[in-house]
Protein backbone atom coordinates (compact mmCIF):
# COMPACT_ATOMS: atom_id res chain seq x y z
CA UNK A 1 0.00 0.00 0.00
CA UNK A 2 1.22 3.53 -1.49
CA UNK A 3 0.28 6.90 0.91
CA UNK A 4 0.97 10.36 -0.89
CA UNK A 5 0.68 12.95 1.52
CA UNK A 6 0.15 16.47 0.13
CA UNK A 7 1.09 20.16 1.63
CA UNK A 8 1.91 23.42 1.01
CA UNK A 9 -1.77 24.91 -0.68
CA UNK A 10 -3.10 27.91 0.14
CA UNK A 11 -4.29 31.50 -1.32
CA UNK A 12 -1.49 33.44 -2.37
CA UNK A 13 -1.71 36.79 -4.82
CA UNK A 14 -1.23 36.80 -8.55
CA UNK A 15 2.88 37.00 -8.65
CA UNK A 16 3.63 35.55 -6.03
CA UNK A 17 4.91 31.66 -4.83
CA UNK A 18 4.13 28.67 -3.27
CA UNK A 19 5.87 24.96 -2.69
CA UNK A 20 4.00 22.09 -2.39
CA UNK A 21 5.36 19.05 -0.84
CA UNK A 22 4.43 15.22 -1.35
CA UNK A 23 5.56 12.78 0.78
CA UNK A 24 5.05 9.07 -0.41
CA UNK A 25 5.03 6.19 2.01
CA UNK A 26 4.81 2.34 1.68
CA UNK A 27 6.14 -0.06 -0.95
CA UNK A 28 7.76 2.07 -3.39
CA UNK A 29 10.02 0.65 -6.17
CA UNK A 30 13.09 2.33 -6.65
CA UNK A 31 12.39 3.50 -10.13
CA UNK A 32 9.03 5.71 -10.66
CA UNK A 33 7.88 9.10 -11.77
CA UNK A 34 6.59 11.49 -9.20
CA UNK A 35 4.27 14.14 -10.66
CA UNK A 36 2.05 16.89 -10.10
CA UNK A 37 -1.01 17.50 -11.72
CA UNK A 38 -4.20 19.89 -11.07
CA UNK A 39 -7.89 20.28 -11.76
CA UNK A 40 -9.77 23.52 -12.15
CA UNK A 41 -13.74 23.30 -11.84
CA UNK A 42 -15.40 22.11 -14.78
CA UNK A 43 -11.50 20.91 -16.12
CA UNK A 44 -10.35 17.62 -17.02
CA UNK A 45 -7.07 16.76 -14.29
CA UNK A 46 -3.77 17.69 -16.17
CA UNK A 47 -0.81 17.34 -15.99
CA UNK A 48 1.62 20.00 -14.71
CA UNK A 49 5.62 18.39 -14.11
CA UNK A 50 6.66 15.43 -13.35
CA UNK A 51 9.94 14.05 -12.85
CA UNK A 52 11.67 10.38 -13.53
CA UNK A 53 13.67 8.89 -10.35
CA UNK A 54 16.79 9.39 -12.60
CA UNK A 55 16.07 13.26 -12.52
CA UNK A 56 13.94 13.25 -16.09
CA UNK A 57 11.44 16.35 -15.90
CA UNK A 58 8.72 16.97 -18.36
CA UNK A 59 6.27 20.44 -18.00
CA UNK A 60 3.17 21.68 -19.32
CA UNK A 61 3.77 24.58 -21.65
CA UNK A 62 1.78 26.93 -19.73
CA UNK A 63 4.18 26.66 -16.64
CA UNK A 64 7.68 26.21 -17.87
CA UNK A 65 9.52 29.27 -16.44
CA UNK A 66 7.71 29.59 -13.50
CA UNK A 67 7.41 26.32 -11.64
CA UNK A 68 9.90 23.78 -11.00
CA UNK A 69 9.78 20.13 -9.53
CA UNK A 70 12.29 18.58 -8.07
CA UNK A 71 12.70 15.21 -5.45
CA UNK A 72 14.36 14.04 -2.83
CA UNK A 73 15.04 10.06 -3.56
CA UNK A 74 16.16 9.50 0.10
CA UNK A 75 12.88 10.42 1.64
CA UNK A 76 10.58 9.74 -1.19
CA UNK A 77 9.76 13.53 -1.14
CA UNK A 78 8.62 15.36 -4.43
CA UNK A 79 8.04 19.62 -4.44
CA UNK A 80 6.80 21.58 -6.88
CA UNK A 81 7.90 25.20 -6.74
CA UNK A 82 5.25 27.86 -8.84
CA UNK A 83 6.59 31.22 -9.17
CA UNK A 84 4.65 34.20 -10.69
CA UNK A 85 1.42 32.61 -9.69
CA UNK A 86 -0.97 33.76 -12.26
CA UNK A 87 -5.65 33.41 -11.49
CA UNK A 88 -5.23 30.25 -14.31
CA UNK A 89 -3.09 28.46 -11.98
CA UNK A 90 -6.36 28.50 -9.77
CA UNK A 91 -6.72 24.42 -9.25
CA UNK A 92 -6.51 21.42 -7.05
CA UNK A 93 -3.30 20.24 -7.33
CA UNK A 94 -2.24 16.41 -7.27
CA UNK A 95 0.35 14.48 -6.63
CA UNK A 96 1.26 11.21 -8.31
CA UNK A 97 3.25 8.65 -8.09
CA UNK A 98 3.27 6.08 -10.95
CA UNK A 99 5.23 2.60 -10.93
CA UNK A 100 5.44 0.76 -14.34
CA UNK A 101 1.49 1.05 -15.17
CA UNK A 102 -0.07 1.84 -11.51
CA UNK A 103 -1.03 4.99 -9.98
CA UNK A 104 -1.44 6.91 -7.30
CA UNK A 105 -2.78 9.50 -5.88
CA UNK A 106 -2.53 11.91 -2.86
CA UNK A 107 -6.18 14.09 -1.61
CA UNK A 108 -5.16 17.16 -3.33
CA UNK A 109 -4.49 20.67 -2.41
CA UNK A 110 -6.16 23.65 -3.40
CA UNK A 111 -3.79 26.11 -4.76
CA UNK A 112 -5.95 29.41 -5.06
CA UNK A 113 -4.25 32.88 -6.88
CA UNK A 114 -6.38 35.62 -6.13
CA UNK A 115 -6.08 39.69 -5.37
Known amino acids: QVQLVESGGGLVQPGGSLRLSCAAA????????MAWYRQAPGNQRELVAAMKTGGITTYADSVKGRFTISRDNAKNTVYLQMNSLQPEDTAVYYC?????????WGQGTQVTVSS
Open 26 to 33: GSIFSHNT
Open 96 to 104: NLRVLITNF
